[in-house]
C-alpha cells in the first residue's frame, strides 16, 4: 500500500526581536545611502552612527567640491558645533555619507 505525503505549506511569522526593517523599499542601509535630487537647506539627515537628526544649514562649493553644514535638530542646537559633510554626486542624484535622508525628524 503507497502512502502519500501531504505537501504542507509552512507559514513563517516574524520574530517580536526581529530587526527592524530597512526605512525605504529596497533600501539597506549598511551598503546603500539614500539620494536625493538635490541637497537643500532645512532638510533633516540622520546619522548612521548615532541615529541623531540634523539639519542642512549652509551649503558650499570648494574648487570642484559641493559641501553641507549640518547641525543636529534639537533644544540645544542654536549652542551645537556644526558638522561638515562633502556631498555625494552619483547619477541618482546627491547624497550625504554616513547620513539617510528623511523629513521625519523627532525634534
Keep these: 500500500m503507497l502512502q502519500q505525503s501531504k505537501n504542507r505549506t509552512s507559514v513563517t511569522h516574524p520574530s517580536i526581536d526581529a530587526p527592524p526593517a530597512p526605512r525605504y523599499a529596497g533600501e539597506d542601509s549598511q551598503e546603500k545611502t539614500m ?12 546619522s548612521d552612527k548615532d541615529g541623531q537628526d540634523y539639519l542642512v544649514t549652509k ?44 523629513q521625519e525628524g523627532a525634534f
Excluded at 35 to 46: A, D, E, P, T
Excluded at 61 to 81: M, T, W
Design 35 to 46: 539620494s536625493v535630487k538635490s541637497i537643500q537647506l532645512g532638510q533633516v539627515w540622520r
Design 59 to 102: 551649503l558650499y562649493s570648494e574648487v570642484f567640491s559641493l559641501y553641507a553644514v549640518l547641525r543636529p535638530a534639537g533644544l540645544a542646537a542654536p549652542d551645537a558645533q556644526t558638522i561638515r559633510v562633502k556631498v555625494a554626486k552619483s547619477s541618482d542624484g546627491a547624497a550625504l555619507p554616513g547620513y539617510t535622508f528623511t
